[in-house]
């Protein structure tokens, strides 16, 4: 059972909270605003063709767009009447996303671990550089992340109490996930764990998944509709994508990772410049640990629902 929270760890939650949203909002203009970053000039260009044209339709936009169709349709509607440079609105965007995923990973770590985990991991990822550069760009990687930690939350919450509301918040964050990247779709491996671990018979697990399946789909419906509506296009747009992350195709942007050697290449990248070297370690070498020992005894619940995450999308990831 989850603990109440007492006066300190308020105190302690919102002093990270306030740290991450100052230096995520810090110096949103730090490139004059000229959008250096390829995939937000792109982002906010969609949004920009998007709100002009007042037309749902991203493809007649961008008829290339691999991506979630909600990041683009957030940032529209974020724009307002005009007057507000579109890049720092989307930049503002992406700090509140990722200072949501400071409280979302504190919320995440005091269901499985307790409170004083969950303290730690909102101050573990307050000061992470790859989250406060990755705030200063709206692109679709921080709105996931968000909510891929959402779907991690209630997904424990199911597995721990089997009830039916926290499965419909899994599925409905799981639609808002896979309508900002096609990504989340690893996601169905967590969502599968937890509801084969859920207290109860068969048909109880079942009429969950099932839960978590319609309403899932309903909610990526309704923030793409253009990806059911015009289907070929973006499956062909995603495949392209996946194609280019694979190897497959060859474009110039991705030749420099050709000699990189897989595993490595990424693990020494992330802790030497995304989480910093101590953190690294410790992070890499945690998730060793948790492998290790899910091998050897039961993990809780819980504990198990995340490695079903991390696991398969770290081999994933880093093999291209």
């Not at 991203?58 to 957030?74: R, T, W």
């Amino acid at each position: 059972m989850v603990k109440r929270l007492r006066l300190r760890d308020w105190l302690t939650l919102s002093l990270l909270l306030t740290l991450a949203a100052a230096s995520r909002l810090y110096g949103l203009d730090w490139d004059g605003a000229i959008g250096a970053h390829p995939d937000e000039r792109y982002a906010v260009g969609v949004a920009e063709s998007v709100r002009a044209s007042g037309s749902l339709d991203v493809f007649a936009a961008a008829p290339d767009l691999a991506y979630g169709h909600l990041p683009v349709y957030l940032l529209a509607l974020a724009m307002g009447r005009g007057g507000v440079d579109p890049l720092l609105v989307g930049r503002a965007l992406a700090a509140l996303f990722d200072v949501g995923t400071v409280a979302l990973s504190f919320a995440l770590g005091r269901q499985v671990w307790g409170r004083g985990i969950g303290l730690l991991a909102a101050a573990l990822v307050t000061p992470m550089v790859l989250h406060v550069q990755q705030a200063h760009f709206y692109a679709a990687d921080g709105v996931l992340t968000f909510f891929v930690l959402g779907v991690l939350l209630f997904a424990v919450r199911l597995v721990e109490g089997g009830r039916a509301r926290d499965a419909q918040l899994a599925g409905a964050w799981t639609g808002l996930a896979l309508g900002s990247k096609i990504s989340a779709v690893f996601l169905l491996i967590p969502l599968w764990a937890a509801c084969s671990g859920v207290p109860g018979g068969r048909g109880t697990r079942r009429w969950l998944a099932l839960q978590v399946a319609l309403v899932a789909l309903m909610a990526f419906a309704l923030t793409n509709p253009c990806a059911l509506l015009s289907f070929p296009a973006f499956w062909r747009n995603v495949a392209r994508e996946a194609a280019i992350a694979g190897g497959a195709l060859d474009v110039p942007y991705t030749r420099q990772f050709h000699v990189a050697w897989p595993y490595v290449y990424p693990i020494v990248q992330q802790a030497l410049w995304g989480m910093g070297l101590p953190l690294g370690v410790a992070g890499f070498g945690g998730l060793a640990y948790w492998v290790w020992r899910a091998v050897r005894r039961p993990l809780s619940p819980g504990a198990w629902v995340v490695l079903m995450w991390v696991a398969p999308f770290f081999a994933f990831t880093c093999c291209p």
